[in-house]
């Protein structure tokens, strides 16, 4: 569950979505789709956006706290 989101959403069918896990999985998926986007339009190769794409697809088992902590510290997460 989420710290930031628990309050709002925590007791209702939105609690899955709006997890620690499920906001990580979205910034994941933001980012492989902006280096989808970066290969078609040239901006990087298609290695470098199959490299980011496979690492946005792995499975992340990290501490949300201290992603929190290190996104205060460097503004963004």
């Known amino acids: 569950m989420s710290a930031l989101w628990d309050p ?7 609690a ?13 998926d933001v980012e492989a789709a902006l280096a989808v986007a970066c290969v078609r ?4 190769d298609a290695v470098d956006g199959e490299r980011v794409v496979a ?5 992340w088992d990290g501490d ?14």
């Open 8 to 14: 709002l959403f925590g007791r209702s069918a939105v």
């Open 55 to 59: 690492a946005c697809a792995a499975s």
């Open 16 to 28: 899955v979505h709006t997890s620690d896990a499920a906001w990580v999985r979205a910034l994941c």
């Open 41 to 44: 339009t040239g901006l990087i």
């Open 64 to 77: 949300p706290a201290a992603l929190g902590a290190s996104a205060a510290a460097d503004g963004n997460p």
